[in-house]
Every structure is written in C-alpha cells, then in structure tokens.
C-alpha cells in the first residue's frame, strides 16, 4: 500500500484534498450527498486547471481501510498525485494554491494560514469570504480559476482576518469537554458534567424557534 | 461564530492572536493533539459520561421545547463530541 503514496515534488503548484475518515458525521450528516470521495475526486481532477496538481492525502485515521483497488483508479490521471499520508498537514497547507475538503477542520486551519478553502458540506467555517461553497459541480472549474486568478494577481485577505477568524471561533465556545481523546480531562467529573449541561441549554436558548418552525412548515409544503 | 465574526470590534482580535501565532510558529496542528492518549478511555467510560449528562439533561424535555418542530429536529453528540441539531424525518431517530 505504501508505494501508492509520494511525496510531494518542490516547486509543484497544487491543491490538496484532504480525505475523510469515513463512516463519520463529518460527511454522513454534514454532507450526506458527498458520501462517494472518489466520484468526487475525480470530478475536481477533470476540472482542475491544467498547470495545478491534485495532492491528495488520506486521514492516516483511515489508512488502510479503503484497499488498493480504491487508490488505482486515480492511477488514470496524470494530475493526481497521492501523498503519504503520515505527512505534515500543515506543510502540506503552507506551499498549497488551496485546499479542498468536503466538511473538513484542514479547512479551517488553511483559513488561519490564509488559504483559500473549496467545500463541499455544511460546516462551522463555511461563511467566510475565503471559503468558496460547491453545490454544482458545474461551477467548479469556474471556482478553481477564481482562486487561480487571485493568486496570479495576488489577492490576499486583509492583515488581520486570521485574528478575527480565530477570535470569533474561541468566543464561540462553550466551556466542557466532550471529546474523549484529545484532552487529558475526566469527562465524568462533577465540574465537566454542570459546563456540559449549561453549555447543552445556552446552545438551546440560541435557536431561532420561529425560523425552524418556517422551515419545518415549508418543508411539508 | 458567524454572529461574533460579523460583530467583532477589532480591539477583540487579540482573543484569537494566541492561537493563529501557535498555528503559524509551530509544527502541531492543535495544542490539544499533545495529550492525546486513546487507551486511557474505554467506551464505558465515555458511556458513563453522556449517562451522566443525559441524568441533567433529558433529550424529551428538549423535544418538548421545540414542541412541533420536534418532529423534524433532533439532538445529538457527534461520534467526534461535537452538539448539533439535526434534521430528521422519523420520530424513531430520537430514542
């Protein structure tokens, strides 16, 4: 399996896709028409302009699990390239043209390196003015030349948008933790449990029940 | 954080200057990635903790809440711990 993965050659211009660990809400909930990466994969490769590569790199969470026969169909197209998964994503964010994830967290962390992010999905992240939404694949060429446009004039968002990004994200927090893995917390204490919970009823008291009682009521429609 | 983006003076900025600095100076992908330790939590241990939750919190009363709308919306933790509301067109999806 190892010897489908290259590394990435200097001074090739590139977009990179980062996969998604699959099944995940990631894409069965925030994306659920996006399930099939590789048709998808395949339709941002034939619509890539011609002097960028497609660097994509499988989430080292899932590798191995797809098998072979899922990597040789890029093997048909010379703009793909497919990188070691164990490589550093954020090297890999730093020298790309732009990044490309369904509903993905690289693309926010592209966002604070000041990249333009192509999405597929709902996500936190996806009303910035430097995430460009697909929901036709008809529009992606003309997203692609957008952002290749950009970067040949060189168009670069404002000094401080990353602060402002990331400032808004952490104000948006509530206090608790829910993730088991990444933190070195006791989820199950006293304290946890009482921010968890007020953090559950403020994010409640933020729903608009008017708007999603139109929305329900023109979904029967 | 579409709210707070949209509304932020920028004499707030400097909440989020820590964070890009350690994104833009550093290796890491997140300060938190530093701790991670898979084996120290077993599925009962993350059981015992949506259990407690859901002992404070009843996911019922929040449906009732929403009162019609619960017929098309529901409550859930992401198998990566995040909380959203969700969509759905059954009411098996609540229990």
Do not use: W
């Not at chain 1, 941002?44 to 040789?72: C, M, W």
């Not at chain 1, 948006?172 to 009823?201: C, Q, W």
């Amino acid at each position: 399996m190892k010897k489908l993965f290259t590394e990435p050659l200097p001074g090739e211009k590139y977009f990179i896709y980062f996969m998604h660990m699959q099944p995940e809400s990631t894409t069965s909930a925030q994306a659920p028409l996006y399930l099939t990466q590789d048709y998808l994969l395949e339709n941002i490769a034939v619509t890539l302009p011609q002097k960028y590569k497609l660097y994509i790199k499988e989430h080292y969470s899932d590798f191995g699990n797809r098998g072979k026969e899922f990597y040789d169909k890029f093997k048909h197209y010379p703009n793909i390239r497919l990188i070691d998964p164990y490589k550093n994503s954020k090297q890999l964010i730093a020298n790309a043209s732009g990044i490309i994830t369904i509903t993905g967290t690289a693309g926010f962390e592209a966002l604070l390196l000041e990249k333009p992010v192509v999405i597929f999905g709902n996500v936190f992240y996806d009303f910035l003015g430097s995430v460009k939404k697909v929901n036709d694949f008809n529009k992606l060429y003309d997203t692609f030349r957008q952002i290749e446009f950009k970067e040949n004039v060189g168009v670069t968002p404002a000094e401080d948008e990353p602060h402002r990004i990331a400032s808004s994200y952490i104000k948006s927090l509530y206090k608790g933790y829910v993730n088991p893995y990444y933190f070195g917390h006791d989820l199950a204490s006293e304290g946890n449990i009482a921010d968890v919970t007020a953090a559950m009823r403020a994010f409640m008291n933020t729903i608009d029940e008017e708007k999603l009682l139109e929305t329900v009521i023109k979904y029967k429609e | 954080m579409e709210y707070y983006y949209r509304n932020m003076t920028e004499a707030e900025y400097s909440v989020g200057k820590e964070l890009v600095d350690k994104i833009t100076s550093s290796s890491a992908i997140a300060p938190g990635y530093a701790v991670y330790d898979k084996r120290s939590y077993t599925n009962g241990k993350i059981k015992a903790f949506i259990d407690k939750v859901l002992r404070v919190i009843n996911p019922l009363k929040i449906i009732e809440k929403v009162n019609n709308i619960a017929k098309y919306y529901y409550l859930y933790i992401t198998d990566r711990g995040k909380l959203t509301i969700r969509r759905c067109r059954t009411l098996f999806r609540y229990y």
